[in-house]
């Protein structure tokens, strides 16, 4: 069986002793009915893992003796940073998830004119508390050692005038140029809209800003699809999928 693996927010030392964190704790006592020498893996994002074993617990918290620590390669070599419009409960989710999987390096949820969520205040602060905790998971369940950046939400011309290095991307179902057609970059920055995609003015101050229209083919995909695909087909042609990573890296300025 596969080792668990947990994030904490603790400094991490061998021969330490901690109290895990309530969540974690009660996924390892409860769910896995772990006992006393039960082997886990632990990262706080720092870029090491560390090995650990629970040797009790104090109350709900699980406790665990730490390990040896490792540095293990998962991270991608693209810092990919990905502008995705709002959508729909768990589209959205499933979004976050699956793109901190293939390597995201940062996420910013936009307002768009097409957004058909709303939510402002103590409700958007509870969500974005939610796709935090997607975003741990999907860093616990694929092994990285460094955690993605999650931004606030922010409304998509603010996003816009944000600096940023490298390619910047914006997918259109109708734009004549496609990935493979790109010089291989490391720094790329990608826009995707929600459901229904931009508004022909979002698609134009996009490009005012730097973003170059690319399609996936001759089908239209569904915003959760065509994020997903845009990251596999970028870690494949530049990233660690493919062979190409040496070149990206080259090309990087």
């Not at 406790?63 to 490792?70: R, T």
């Not at 995705?84 to 499933?94: A, F, N, P, Y």
């Not at 508390?129 to 050692?145: F, K, N, P, T």
Request: hydrophobic share 40%.
């Amino acid at each position: 069986m596969r080792t668990p693996r947990f994030y904490t927010t603790q400094p991490l030392a061998v021969n330490q002793t901690l109290l895990l964190e309530p969540s974690p704790s009660h996924h390892l006592l409860k769910v896995l009915r772990g006992q006393p020498g039960t082997r886990v893996l632990l990262f706080n994002g720092d870029g090491q893992e560390f090995t650990a074993s629970l040797t009790g617990s104090k109350g709900k918290l699980a406790q665990l003796l730490v390990g040896a620590p490792s540095t293990p390669h998962r991270e991608s070599p693209l810092r990919i940073s990905l502008g995705q419009g709002i959508s729909r409960g768990e589209r959205m989710d499933l979004v976050i998830q699956k793109a901190v999987e293939l390597g995201v390096d940062a996420l910013t949820p936009l307002w768009t004119r097409r957004s058909q969520v709303r939510l402002s205040g103590a409700r958007m602060d509870k969500r974005l508390a939610h796709w935090h905790g997607i975003l741990l998971a999907a860093c616990e369940q694929s092994g990285r050692v460094r955690l993605p950046s999650l931004n606030a939400a922010s409304a998509l011309d603010e996003w816009l005038q944000s600096p940023a290095p490298g390619l910047r991307l914006v997918l259109h179902p109708d734009a004549g140029t496609t990935l493979h057609e790109l010089s291989a970059q490391r720094d790329i920055q990608i826009l995707l809209g929600p459901e229904g995609g931009f508004a022909q003015e979002e698609l134009d101050c996009a490009e005012a800003a730097g973003f170059q229209p690319v399609c996936l083919g001759p089908r239209v995909l569904r915003t959760e699809t065509a994020t997903l695909a845009t990251l596999a087909a970028l870690q494949t042609l530049w990233g660690d999928f493919g062979n190409r990573a040496v070149d990206a890296e080259t090309n990087a300025s």
